[in-house]
């Protein structure tokens, strides 16, 4: 490294010339020319180089129910597993080291005090002007355990819509009570997945007609009721109810969300009204109700305006078939079979869907006669 002509303004000092080599030394720029740079010698230079800036102390506050640290103006998730996680993070992003430093390798070692407070001892080396630097601070980190807003709403009950699953005609069977509450949880995870903290269920809660879904947006409460008619049909009503004002002097609304189930779930057989072409298994209530005639195995569907309410009586569930022993095919329309209740050889109705070479069908007896259904295999 040359020596240039500038000397330390401090000092007084030469000032060993760093942008240019001995070749260059001719072009090297005129310390004494206007508006030239200037720079300290070493000595003055490390006699107030600060390597590491830390600040004195950190207050994290965080909440003692999710974890949660407050950032900013707002709660943040950052998935730590304990405080320890917390404070090494926190600690690593006060932390600034001087610009002119290079290769620089650091280390954070935590000593735990109590539980709401710890020593972050860190080391620092790096090199600076050729001159390797090495430096250690520590930043006490005292944690403040609050309820962050979501925890606080969770624990005072709040919800902003409510759903609340029915059935026409019936009560919601354990499958759909089940799916619902899924939905919910699922929906809640998505959101919060993406940062969403406020998403969350406040609680489900199941009655003598249905189950109601307490959650914290309206936006939740729409995406399951949009969810659940997907999936099995029916209608969505909402209405609003005004509660109360914002700080602002805004309405407040809480939006119920009134999901209707059909009467008819995939399972049932059914018999229609004025109708002569035989009982119906419901295989879908999505749209128009959608099934398959027990008595032909033809496929059937509801019109539009019937959609999938259509006027039916249930004579049974598909759960409620019993296996019994095939006597003889009679031709291409008629099949004999025990009676499962008499023992008593009947002549039944061939549906497409009976296999000839069977030793047994599943049947179901009603009000309306006795009927082959298909086996599960056959669905």
């Given at each position: 490294?040359?020596?240039?002509?500038?000397?330390?303004?401090?000092?007084?000092?030469?000032?060993?010339?760093?942008?240019?080599?001995?070749?260059?030394?001719?072009?090297?720029?005129?310390?004494?020319?206007?508006?030239?740079?200037?720079?300290?010698?070493?000595?003055?230079?490390?006699?107030?180089?600060?390597?590491?800036?830390?600040?004195?102390?950190?207050?994290?506050?965080?909440?003692?129910?999710?974890?949660?640290?407050?950032?900013?103006?707002?709660?943040?998730?950052?998935?730590?597993?304990?405080?320890?996680?917390?404070?090494?993070?926190?600690?690593?992003?006060?932390?600034?080291?001087?610009?002119?430093v290079e290769d620089v390798a650091w280390q954070i070692e935590p000593e735990q005090i109590d539980p709401n407070s710890i020593r972050m001892h860190s080391y620092f080396t790096g090199i600076v002007r050729g001159t390797p630097v090495e430096e250690q601070v520590m930043v006490p980190v005292k944690m403040a355990r609050q309820t962050c807003t979501r925890c606080g709403r969770i624990a005072g009950?709040?919800?902003?819509?409510?759903?609340?699953?029915?059935?026409?005609?019936?009560?919601?069977?354990?499958?759909?009570?089940?799916?619902?509450?899924?939905?919910?949880?699922?929906?809640?995870?998505?959101?919060?997945?993406?940062?969403?903290?406020?998403?969350?269920?406040?609680?489900?809660?199941?009655?003598?007609?249905?189950?109601?879904?307490?959650?914290?947006?309206?936006?939740?409460?729409?995406?399951?009721?949009?969810?659940?008619?997907?999936?099995?049909?029916?209608?969505?009503?909402?209405?609003?109810?005004?509660?109360?004002?914002?700080?602002?002097?805004?309405?407040?609304?809480?939006?119920t969300f009134a999901v209707r189930l059909p009467p008819y779930t995939p399972g049932h057989i059914i018999d229609l009204a004025d109708d002569d072409g035989g009982p119906v298994l419901v295989r879908s209530a999505r749209g128009n109700l959608k099934g398959t005639r027990v008595t032909t195995g033809e496929h059937y569907e509801a019109s539009y305006e019937e959609g999938n309410s259509p006027d039916?009586?249930?004579?049974?569930?598909?759960?409620?078939?019993?296996?019994?022993?095939?006597?003889?095919?009679?031709?291409?329309?008629?099949?004999?079979?025990?009676?499962?209740?008499?023992?008593?050889?009947?002549?039944?109705?061939?549906?497409?869907?009976?296999?000839?070479?069977?030793?047994?069908?599943?049947?179901?007896?009603?009000?309306?006669?006795?009927?082959?259904?298909?086996?599960?295999?056959?669905?």
């Open positions: 490294m040359s020596e240039s002509r500038a000397f330390c303004p401090r000092c007084g000092d030469p000032v060993p010339d760093r942008s240019a080599s001995d070749a260059d030394e001719e072009s090297a720029v005129d310390p004494l020319r206007p508006g030239a740079e200037v720079e300290l010698c070493d000595s003055c230079y490390f006699e107030n180089f600060d390597f590491v800036d830390a600040p004195d102390r950190i207050d994290v506050r965080v909440c003692a129910q999710c974890g949660a640290v407050y950032r900013g103006n707002r709660w943040v998730d950052v998935g730590a597993e304990d405080y320890t996680d917390i404070a090494i993070e926190e600690v690593s992003e006060a932390l600034a080291v001087h610009v002119d009950d709040y919800y902003a819509s409510i759903v609340q699953i029915r059935a026409k005609g019936r009560t919601p069977t354990s499958e759909e009570i089940e799916r619902a509450k899924e939905i919910a949880n699922t929906i809640v995870a998505d959101m919060e997945a993406t940062g969403d903290r406020n998403a969350f269920v406040t609680e489900t809660s199941e009655t003598d007609d249905g189950l109601n879904i307490k959650v914290s947006t309206n936006k939740i409460g729409k995406k399951i009721s949009n969810k659940m008619v997907e999936e099995f049909g029916g209608t969505v009503n909402d209405a609003e109810t005004l509660v109360t004002e914002d700080s602002d002097g805004n309405e407040v609304y809480r939006v039916a009586r249930k004579l049974g569930d598909s759960d409620d078939a019993v296996e019994t022993t095939v006597v003889t095919v009679e031709d291409e329309n008629a099949v004999q079979v025990l009676d499962p209740e008499t023992y008593q050889a009947t002549t039944v109705s061939r549906p497409d869907y009976f296999d000839p070479g069977a030793e047994t069908v599943p049947v179901l007896k009603s009000r309306a006669g006795l009927h082959i259904l298909p086996n599960e295999n056959d669905e």
